[in-house]
């Protein structure tokens, strides 16, 4: 079992950034491929970005490529998100994930265990 917990998000204009931070405990965290989904109300939840196991590849929805960026820390146990340059269609509930293999990354199902959520709100 691992748990997730999200935090970092909050209200921004647009243009400005935030950085989300998932810690994980539990499990050893390094024997897990890591993602970030959100979901916006109305619409389904979307892969957002991913990384592997250590950290060596990245992964991102097209979106959000060039302005977000994913890392994590196995040592603190902990992924980020470092959103820069948002925009009000980035507004939604922001979930870490995880999972131990890569097929499917950009696929909600495929993950094993999720955080609780943070809003992240972008305005005009």
């Known amino acids: 079992q691992v748990q997730l917990v999200e935090s970092g998000g909050g209200l921004v204009q647009a243009g400005g950034s935030l950085r989300l931070s998932c810690a994980a405990s539990?499990?050893?965290?390094?024997?897990?491929?890591m993602g970030w989904f959100r979901q916006a109300p109305g619409k389904e939840r979307e892969f957002v970005a991913a990384i592997t196991w250590t950290g060596g590849s990245t992964y991102y929805a097209d979106s959000v490529k060039g302005r977000f960026t994913i890392t994590r820390d196995n040592v603190r146990n902990t992924v980020t998100l470092q959103m820069n340059s948002l925009k009000p269609e980035d507004t939604a509930v922001y979930y870490c994930?995880?999972?131990?293999?890569?097929?499917?990354?950009?696929?909600?199902?495929?993950?094993?265990?999720w955080g609780q959520g943070t809003q992240v709100t972008v305005s005009s």
């Open positions: 539990g499990r050893t965290f390094s024997n897990y491929f």
């Open positions: 994930a995880a999972k131990t293999t890569r097929s499917d990354y950009d696929r909600s199902h495929s993950y094993d265990y």
